[in-house]
């Protein structure tokens, strides 16, 4: 699982959320924040890969 490309902060949510297969990561956001997972994010932070995407210049 990697960190996705949609980032707000670090990317977590967008890269669960592609590794998941939505298209858009708002459903993994809302559950972190009304879920209270936020020590769960900041650890995935440091676990995720960066993400490895071409640049198409």
């Known amino acids: 699982m990697r960190k996705g490309k949609d980032k707000i902060i670090d990317g977590v949510c967008s ?8 298209d ?8 972190f ?6 020590a769960f994010y900041l650890l995935m932070m ?6 490895k995407y071409e640049n198409n210049k």
Request: zero cysteines.
């Open 15 to 22: 890269g669960i959320s592609e590794y998941l297969g939505f």
């Open 46 to 51: 440091f676990i995720m890969e960066e993400p």
């Open 24 to 31: 858009d990561p708002i459903w993994i956001r809302i559950i």
């Open 33 to 38: 924040v009304f879920g209270g997972f936020g």
